[in-house]
């Protein structure tokens, strides 16, 4: 062994020494080829490289001789090395390297066939790992104090036999991770905690980690990302010291910097050999008769014992401290008994390969995952514990941008024979991932139903596939989950030696999904092997017509865990749905099975319930989207009855005004009776509009907002002339002045809502302008689109507040470039071609008054790229007015899409109304004071301000104006209430960001701070 090592070096010694010689000579060797003179080339670099190698008088023989001497020396040590590498297992440990990176350096969703609706897909696993997101909280799911306690007294039970002892201990915790309810799978507070901090956090004295997780989210895919990266590194290490050192001697020799590429990342380090193991293979093992006797490591020398030597290696390098040792699903092993015993055994493994002195330089790593039900920190409480997240949007969004252009590159890559991508083809092929990942992500941004699914990285996967395979992710949420399940029921895990179902019994399958989830979502609880035996007998029973025998209702189950990945075993004898929507989408289709009358009572008795929201939604949208008009007809009379129910909390909560909505909301707007929509919608306004009684509270008021935002978004892309049911009640309250609450009501959820409404389908903005327009009295100052003109014909609508106009006037702002202010900005910038002397005598006014005039409005998103560049504009406005008084606006305007409204009208008349004969301050005095008698709202403010800016050196006209507002404040009228909101946004000058404050329902308190967003200056 002595001898191999110390070959070893002096092999390892000459490579470095031959490439330094070869280098200076290759140099050399190049520069008299191509005629180059060696006067950049160090001096002192040759003297002491090729100088000394050819001493001036020496022999060719003596030159040949010490060159033929160092080769046959690298030879013999080469050899020597080879032949220990061998004998010692290094050759082995090579290999498995190597097979632990490429097993691992690809990510395959496992059991899609190339010939199921799914494609199957193969891409490189580090270019779309998401790097999630853990809390390192001690998880709040651990059993508490007094579970604990009734546990170990089950398991030092000696008059129960092994099966009861495991029903009684199922029992127990199917009962406590039950009542944890939907909290079972959420971890704390989100932190950003990713994979490289844990291990950069486990130490000599902390060597090992737990990940827990929910299924689906990552655990094992991690697994695999950390194993892949430190097999990449450990691979290159062996010459990893010798590199550095070329390295180094390289860019002293060239004056220039040689960088080598890491496959570790920082956090990681240091690089070791990583062990993979799946712990359900050891419990396998053990769980065989005469075999409790088999320890953890002798499960790993068999595990190994395939390639010679390599164990052994293994086992040595665990003894250095030079592994990082995955451990991957404790939760796997079935029985609590066997589950211990793998656990401790385990414990002792870790413990014996552990470092004894806690400042050790050198020690193995260890990290166990495990998902949440089932998990019991005791044998390894020491460990450090993380809980991983849900997905971010971030990391959806970051997922999508690398899986989508990945995929599209494995499947013209696979197109062609696996013949290498030309750039031309790559291009092409990331451009059509960008497109493919543009339709999911707003799929996602529109349907929270659909974003429901995403935020687990399995299900995420999922969609991705199904939409790359040719299928449109629909709108409606009902929709979906048909394409998700029936997807998953046809071609899940089809892999060769797997169960699958055959056509004829998918429809038993889902019948029996149904049973499970309806009694599941009946008692909020897991369940244990045996209920599942249960429920799927009596489900087959009545598919069949008769009893089944019990070998094949265990074959079934075994048949749909394994073959749909819907129904799966959540951890330690727990059974659940994938994932929770799922499970509501089964116990909506186990209702659509129960005869009307049932279903009528099951809805009486269960729409107050906020577990039975989900499932009712489903029932109602699936009944909608029926082609027969009696199950449409069906699907409004449900709704009817959950309008209709009410219970002794809902005259604050209106939880089921709500639940009617939202159905609404999931249903074709054309499907559900028109009176009902109306009925609903109305009761609606009237809530929000009433804000000192039922309209008060605030948490009603967010869910109100929540689902008509919805229900816009879900109307009809198109509409003829007939308005669809929503609008057509919208549209009648804001015109409805004799309703003055629910006028109120309808308005102020614009006002509240109009940031969105821009989003919303064509329609909404088309039917709901018009009214809107005249609510707020500026019919006469906008120019608005031709289909728009037509409505304000046909249109009749009178506010019948002050507080109605206010909100109208809101709402119209906060729309920017698709409504008035964008109609204004495009006559703005026809104006400044046709007359761009009006424009240059605007900024000669600003110049005067020390004060910038522009009818350009800052950009409606602070993250829009004019932003920066209107605020740019703005602050050295001064010099760019000296410089090209003309050219200023221009500036403004392009960096803008939306015009100040309605000061961008009031320029226009101002600047139109000048003349050469009387000084222009007097003219705007007179036009503004003009403007204020007419008693707009719109206009007071606006024409207040700049009489001020005007008048500031005029103390005289200044008394004057103060005094106009104190009589208007002694009055009451209008006018009291428009003066009163002057001085209101007066004193708020410096809120001028609340323009971002999308919770505009205090309005209600600041009714006129609709000028806010134009108070920069």
């Not at 390892?12 to 280098?23: G, M, N, R, S, Y």
């Not at 075999?291 to 086992?315: G, I, N």
């Not at 429901?452 to 979906?480: C, D, F, W, Y």
């Not at 392009?894 to 009031?906: E, G």
Request: glycine share 4%; hydrophobic share 40%.
């Amino acid at each position: 062994m002595m001898g191999y090592v110390i070959a070893r070096r002096i092999f390892k010694a000459l490579v470095v020494c031959l490439t330094l010689l070869a280098i200076p000579l290759v140099i050399a060797l190049i520069q008299v080829v191509a005629g180059l003179q060696s006067k950049d080339f160090p001096a002192d670099f040759y003297s002491t490289t090729l100088g000394w190698f050819f001493l001036p008088g020496a022999s060719l023989t003596g030159t040949l001789g010490i060159t033929g001497a160092l080769i046959f020396l690298l030879l013999l040590t080469g050899i020597i090395t080879a032949i220990g590498e061998r004998r010692n297992g290094g050759v082995a440990l090579k290999n498995y390297l190597r097979d632990v990176s490429d097993k691992n350096s690809d990510l395959k969703p496992v059991g899609f066939s190339q010939q199921s609706a799914l494609i199957s897909v193969s891409v490189p696993l580090d270019e779309i790992f998401i790097h999630l997101h853990a809390t390192t909280d001690r998880p709040r799911f651990d059993l508490p104090t007094e579970q604990l306690k009734h546990l170990e007294e089950l398991r030092k039970r000696k008059d129960l036999t092994l099966e009861q002892r495991e029903a009684e201990i199922q029992a127990l915790r199917v009962v406590w991770y039950s009542q944890m309810g939907s909290g079972l799978f959420a971890g704390g507070q989100a932190e950003n905690i990713d994979v490289e901090y844990m291990v950069e956090q486990l130490t000599a004295k902390q060597p090992g980690a737990v990940i827990l997780g929910s299924p689906g989210s990552g655990k094992s895919t991690t697994m695999r990302w950390l194993a892949y990266h430190m097999a990449e590194a450990a691979r290159h290490r062996r010459w990893q010291r010798e590199l550095h050192i070329l390295a180094r001697l390289l860019k002293w020799a060239t004056l220039g910097s040689v960088t080598l590429k890491s496959a570790l990342p920082e956090r990681m380090a240091p690089t070791q050999i990583p062990i993979l193991m799946r712990i359900s293979d050891y419990a396998k093992v053990l769980s065989k008769e005469d075999s409790e006797r088999v320890t953890f490591e002798d499960f790993f020398k068999q595990h190994y014992m395939k390639t010679p030597l390599l164990a052994e290696r293994l086992l040595a390098e665990l003894l250095k401290g030079r592994c990082l040792l995955l451990l991957d699903g404790l939760d796997e092993v079935n029985s609590d008994e066997l589950r211990r015993l793998v656990a401790e055994q385990m414990s002792d493994f870790v413990a014996h390969y552990a470092p004894e002195n806690g400042n050790a330089r050198r020690f193995n790593r260890f990290i166990i995952t495990s998902r949440i039900v089932g998990y019991e920190g005791g044998t390894f409480a020491n460990y450090a514990h993380y809980t991983l997240q849900d997905l971010s949007d971030k990391q959806i969004e970051q997922f999508l941008d690398d899986w989508c252009p990945a995929v599209e590159r494995y499947q013209q890559t696979f197109a062609q024979g696996m013949k290498k991508l030309t750039p031309q083809q790559t291009e092409q092929a990331n451009q059509e991932g960008r497109e493919q990942k543009e339709r999911l992500w707003g799929a996602l941004q529109h349907n929270p139903g659909i974003k429901r699914l995403a935020v687990n990285p399995l299900m995420l996967t999922i969609l991705a596939l199904i939409q790359r395979s040719g299928k449109t992710l629909p709108h409606r949420r009902i929709e979906l989950y048909q394409i998700v399940t029936r997807t998953l029921l046809d071609n899940w895990n089809q892999e060769k030696g797997r169960r699958v179902f055959p056509t004829e019994e998918i429809p038993l399958a889902e019948n029996m999904l149904s049973y499970l989830a309806y009694e599941m979502h009946s008692n909020d609880r897991l369940l244990t092997e045996a209920k599942v035996k249960e429920i799927s007998g009596k489900a087959m029973e009545d598919f069949f017509k008769q009893k089944p025998a019990e070998q094949r209702i265990e074959n079934f189950i075994n048949t749909l865990r394994s073959s749909s990945g819907l129904f799966i075993e959540t951890g330690q004898g727990f059974f659940s749905f994938m994932h929770r929507t799922f499970q509501e989408y089964f116990a909506a289709q186990y209702l659509l099975s129960l005869p009307p009358d049932r279903l009528e009572q099951v809805i009486q008795t269960r729409s107050h319930k906020a577990i039975w929201r989900e499932p009712l939604l489903l029932l109602v949208a699936y009944k909608s989207i029926q082609s027969s008009r009696e199950q449409q007809q069906h699907a409004s009379d449900l709704i009817q009855i959950i309008l209709e129910t009410s219970d002794e909390y809902d005259e604050f909560l209106q939880r089921n005004l709500l639940l009617a909505a939202n159905c609404a909301v999931d249903c074709s707007a054309w499907s559900i009776r028109h009176d009902l929509q109306r009925r609903i919608t109305n009761r609606i306004f009237d809530i929000y509009g009433d804000n000192l009684e039922t309209g008060r509270y605030t948490a009603l008021q967010q869910e109100i907002e929540r689902t008509m935002l919805l229900w816009l978004k879900g109307q009809p892309l198109e509409s003829d002339d007939a308005k669809p049911p929503l609008l057509d009640a919208w549209y009648d309250a804001l015109c409805d002045a004799n309703q003055s609450v629910r006028q109120e009501g309808a308005v102020h959820l614009l006002a509240t809502l109009a940031p969105d409404l821009p989003d919303c389908p064509k329609p909404v903005l088309s039917i709901l302008l018009p009214p809107l327009l005249q609510l707020a009295e500026v019919v006469e100052m906008t120019s608005p689109p031709e289909y728009i003109r037509k409505q304000l014909v046909q249109t009749k609508a009178q506010p019948a507040t002050l507080r109605i106009t206010d909100y109208a006037i809101v709402t119209l702002r906060l729309l920017d470039d698709v409504g008035p202010a964008g109609w204004l900005h495009k006559e703005w910038v026809q104006w400044n071609a046709e007359k761009p002397a009006l424009l240059e005598q605007l900024t000669q006014h600003a110049l005067e008054l020390d004060y910038l005039l522009t009818p350009a409005a800052l950009p409606a998103n602070y993250r829009d790229p004019n932003w920066d560049k209107q605020n740019e504009i703005s602050k050295e406005w001064k010099k760019r007015a000296q410089r090209n008084p003309r050219e200023l606006q221009a500036q403004l305007l392009k960096a803008s899409t939306a015009a100040r409204f309605p000061q961008a009208w009031l320029f226009k008349k101002l600047l139109l109304a000048e003349t050469q004969n009387i000084p222009w301050r007097n003219t705007w005095n007179a036009v503004l004071r003009g403007e204020m008698a007419q008693g707009k709202s719109v206009m007071y403010q606006a024409c207040l301000d700049l009489r001020l800016l005007l008048n500031k050196d005029n103390e005289q006209e200044r008394k004057a104006i103060a005094a106009e507002l104190q009589n208007a404040l002694s009055l009451r009228d209008m006018k009291q209430a428009q003066a009163l909101s002057y001085i209101i946004n007066r004193d708020l000058r410096d809120l001028r960001y609340l323009r971002y404050l999308r919770d505009l329902r205090y309005l209600r308190y600041l009714r006129d701070l609709r000028d806010l967003r134009y108070l920069l200056d």
